[in-house]
């Protein structure tokens, strides 16, 4: 007698993403956040049939700024521009860019999807002549230190 048994594993989610802040000579920092399309698009209300190319960049821009902030010494957030983003898969890349970067010691903040998932974790990566150096950030995360290598 042949039996065959059906089972059902639950999936197992994930709630992780990646940025990567790089520090080209001489004044330019581009950043890349690499995050869960279904996500990022649950967060910003990105999965209404009625958004366009134009207007997800502006709600993933906004989005960005509450969330991800790189804080100068004076306490002031660095202007970065949002240059745009691209889905590849299950994931969205996000790039932004600021062109008038002093290489100089920061304050990072990342909140990414941390107002929906109690266990969100959020990897930072920064890197500066092929040096590269990580910190992690979870739900009640305050701001660290950026410290070049």
Same mark, same amino acid.
């Given at each position: 007698?042949?039996?065959?048994?059906?089972?059902?594993w639950?999936?197992?989610?994930?709630?992780?993403?990646?940025?990567?802040?790089?520090?080209?000579?001489?004044?330019?920092?581009?950043?890349?956040?690499?995050?869960?399309?279904d996500?990022?698009?649950?967060?910003?209300q990105?999965?209404?049939?009625?958004?366009?190319?134009?207007?997800?960049?502006?709600?993933?821009?906004?989005?960005?700024? =509450?969330?991800?902030?790189? +804080?100068?010494?004076?306490?002031a957030?660095? *202007?970065?521009?949002?240059?745009?983003?691209?889905? $590849? !898969?299950?994931?969205?890349?996000?790039?932004?860019?600021?062109?008038?970067?002093?290489?100089?010691?920061? =304050?990072?903040?990342?909140? +990414?999807?941390?107002?929906?998932?109690?266990? *969100?974790?959020?990897?930072?990566?920064?890197?500066? $002549? !092929?040096?590269?150096?990580?910190?992690?950030?979870?739900?009640?995360?305050?701001?660290?230190?950026?410290?070049?290598?």
């Open positions: 007698m042949n039996c065959l048994l059906l089972t059902s639950p999936t197992h989610k994930f709630y992780f993403s990646e940025t990567l802040i790089e520090w080209k000579d001489p004044s330019t920092l581009q950043v890349t956040i690499k995050v869960f399309a996500d990022l698009e649950n967060a910003t990105a999965n209404q049939p009625d958004y366009r190319q134009g207007h997800l960049d502006s709600l993933y821009s906004s989005y960005i700024q =509450l969330h991800f902030q790189i +804080i100068d010494n004076n306490e957030p660095i *202007q970065l521009e949002f240059i745009g983003h691209e889905k $590849d !898969g299950e994931f969205i890349y996000l790039y932004l860019e600021n062109n008038h970067f002093d290489k100089k010691d920061v =304050l990072v903040q990342n909140t +990414i999807l941390t107002e929906l998932f109690s266990n *969100q974790k959020n990897l930072v990566n920064y890197r500066c $002549d !092929g040096v590269t150096k990580s910190i992690y950030f979870f739900k009640d995360s305050q701001p660290q230190p950026l410290q070049w290598p």
